[in-house]
């Protein structure tokens, strides 16, 4: 619905970490279209090709295995990791609220959602992160220490700057370029930690307990979100603080963006110095586990993976399901603002869906089990696009609601039901994608006036071009399922 409340569908964010365990499947005759794991697809001749993932040693089978709570202190530590990783996404998912409430234009808005790339590009310079690092201090503290150290720093300086590109010390409109440079470098550093932590996630744990990572990764992300957008846009709304936190009124908040950003970048250095101190690296890991090629190398054949005719696909059928979603995701919430609706209120409605986050993975992933588990976004997809019609509906209809003394508490409980809605065809969506993918891994290891306002022509066009795409290409998405494991499997020289 918006950048705030709206976040798990993009690329920035995780996979929910329980849903994983539930693609094992029952003994007996499997349906037509699964994978029997009983004869592995054999690849390439004798000596001359090798898969790219390869077989887990026998010497990782011969170490006794290790309890959840003899490792609780690594996974605290990713927990708290993933948290501190959470606050920079959630910041700059609430720029897009206080800009709107400064009547920014929506073209300054979709110039500023460039910020959001980093996530969605950091494959590019992911290997670059796996490959050079100083074997001494670390393979995953060689970029984790020195990235954080400079997110804190950044934070810090930024903490010192916000307040004049967002025009509050001089009554001039945001410096929206500046802000999107700003913003955009910050969320490229912490793209990059989310790199190294995801690394060390995978070497940290034991193979008994490495299943907690991607668990540490949905909470921990979840709540760091939570803290730099939900907290943080209720702090610092005046009417909010003075209307349930205060006796007497102040024209401000508890506290401001600056205030903040400084906080924040301060816990950034302190952690990361007791991590650099404290935290030391597993040296017991093979050589075969953290093995990776030449900077060249990893290129090669991170474009080889890409050239593959079934991964080809694939990408290009996710790029473009989401067209018919984007009105609906990225506007929706900037149009309730623009209509009255306190941006601290929109931002709250994210409070009660947490148990429902939570929740829906579970339930939803005993459907994605199965062999076909694209299946359900099939069906889910066309749900979600007449919800988006269902929002323009929705933005069109609050101006009309009487809101002199603050909207109706039946207004924002018709809003928090199209949202839980939302989420559910969402969740519908994402974990049929993720429970997809972790079967190829386990397989290979407007306003008053009556008028046609630009935002209803556009969630218009988007749902029909939604219905379009689910027409002419979710077949083809289906198809993806029937095939088999060499379709997905990477084949190089020695």
């Known amino acids: 619905m918006s950048p705030t409340i709206s976040h798990k569908d993009s690329s920035r964010q995780r996979r929910p970490g329980t849903f994983n365990h539930s693609l094992d499947m029952k003994s007996g005759p499997l349906p037509p279209g699964a994978w029997d794991d009983n004869y592995p697809d054999l690849v390439g001749g004798e000596g001359d090709k090798e898969a790219l993932l ?4 026998a010497s990782d089978f011969s170490k006794p295995p290790r309890s959840c709570r003899a490792e609780l202190s690594s996974i605290l530590l990713l927990l708290f990791l993933y948290v501190l990783q959470g606050i920079p996404l959630g910041l700059a998912g609430s720029i897009p609220l206080i800009l709107q409430s400064k009547n920014v234009s929506y073209t300054d808005q979709a110039f500023f959602s460039f910020v959001f790339w980093p996530f969605s590009l950091k494959l590019l310079w992911a290997p670059l992160v796996d490959a050079v690092y100083f074997r001494n201090f670390g393979r995953r503290k060689s970029w984790l220490v020195p990235t954080q150290y400079i997110l804190g720093l950044f934070m810090i300086y930024l903490s010192t700057q916000v307040d004049h590109l967002l025009g509050n010390t001089d009554g ?11 913003f955009f470098l910050f969320e490229f550093l912490a793209a990059t930690q989310d790199i190294a932590v995801d690394g060390w996630a995978l070497t940290m744990l034991s193979r008994e307990n490495v299943g907690y990572a991607s668990t540490c990764n949905s909470v921990g992300q979840t709540a760091g979100y939570f803290l730099g957008n939900v907290l943080f846009l209720a702090l610092e709304s005046a009417d909010f603080c003075n209307k349930y936190l205060r006796f007497q009124p102040q024209p401000r908040g508890i506290v401001t963006l600056s205030d903040f950003l400084f906080f924040w970048g301060t816990v950034f250095l302190v952690t990361t110095t007791l991590v650099a101190l404290l935290k030391k690296e597993n040296k017991e890991v093979s050589v075969g586990k953290e093995e990776t090629q030449g900077i060249t190398d990893t290129y090669k054949l991170l474009f080889a993976i890409i050239k593959m005719p079934a991964v080809l696909t694939f990408c290009l059928l996710i ?6 979603f984007s009105a609906a995701d990225a506007v929706t919430g900037l149009k309730l603002v623009e209509e009255g609706v306190p941006k601290e209120h929109l931002a709250l409605l994210a409070v009660p869906m947490v148990p429902l986050q939570i929740i829906l993975p579970l339930i939803i992933s005993k459907y994605t089990a199965g062999p076909q588990p694209l299946n359900i976004f099939y ?3 066309p749900y979600r696009l007449l919800l988006g019609l269902e929002y323009a509906l929705l933005v069109w209809w609050t101006p009309k609601v009487e809101h002199q ?3 109706p508490i039946y207004y924002y409980m018709i809003v928090l039901l199209s949202y839980a809605l939302h989420q559910v065809t969402l969740y519908s969506m994402y974990v049929s994608i993720m429970a997809f993918n972790a079967k190829l891994c386990k397989k290979l290891g407007g306003s008053c006036v009556t008028a046609l306002d630009g935002y209803y022509v ?3 066009i ?3 071009i939604g219905f379009g795409w689910w027409f002419f290409l979710g077949p083809k998405l289906k198809k993806l399922q029937d095939e088999g494991p060499s379709s997905w499997k990477c084949k190089r020289s020695k």
């Open 54 to 57: 390869r077989d887990i040693g």
């Open 172 to 182: 001039r409109t945001p410096d929206v370029v500046a802000l999107t440079v700003t």
């Open 319 to 324: 790029l473009t399901a989401k067209i018919g």
């Open 379 to 381: 069906k889910a997809m």
């Open 405 to 407: 003394g603050g909207f």
């Open 458 to 460: 556009e969630s218009i």
């Open 462 to 464: 988007c749902v029909f």
